[in-house]
């Protein structure tokens, strides 16, 4: 059984990467790509610390983060490799779009990415909520 504050620190975290998706989706039909790009990774993100909370893990970058979950969550067959591509695709959209002068988000991509990062945290939600149950 998982100490309470942690519990309650994985599930703050996982309601953060619900707000960020519904951020993401209202940016995306707003035709704010960048901002759902941007908001879209984070449901990711948060949703990712969400399980090393219950672990009383956390890392100081978002690269830690990413391969953290790669290597405990992915390569152990927790979760599936097209886990680990999404979270990895859409840090580097993320990170391409927030830092690279003119760059240019196709609504195509940024959709398909909002789509990824509901599927993505429906799933963590779903093994957080079966951990702690």
Not at 37 to 53: C, G, I, T
Not at 64 to 86: C, E, M, R
Request: cysteine-free; hydrophobic content about 45%; glycine content about 4%.
């Amino acid at each position: 059984m998982y100490e309470q504050e942690r519990v309650d620190l994985a599930l703050y975290r996982m309601d953060k990467a619900q707000e960020a998706l519904t951020d993401a989706g209202e940016a995306l039909r707003q035709g704010r790509l960048a901002n759902a790009a941007n908001r879209s990774y984070y449901a990711f993100f948060h949703a990712v610390r969400a399980l090393f909370a219950l672990e009383a893990r956390d890392f100081r970058k978002h690269s830690g983060v990413i391969a953290a979950f790669q290597k405990d969550y992915v390569k152990t067959g927790v979760f599936p490799v097209s886990l680990g591509k999404q979270l990895q695709s859409a840090f580097n959209l993320r990170t391409q779009s927030d830092y690279r002068d003119f760059y240019v988000l196709s609504k195509e991509k940024v959709a398909a990415q909002v789509a990824d990062a509901e599927q993505f945290v429906e799933t963590l939600k779903r093994y957080l909520l079966s951990m702690i149950s």
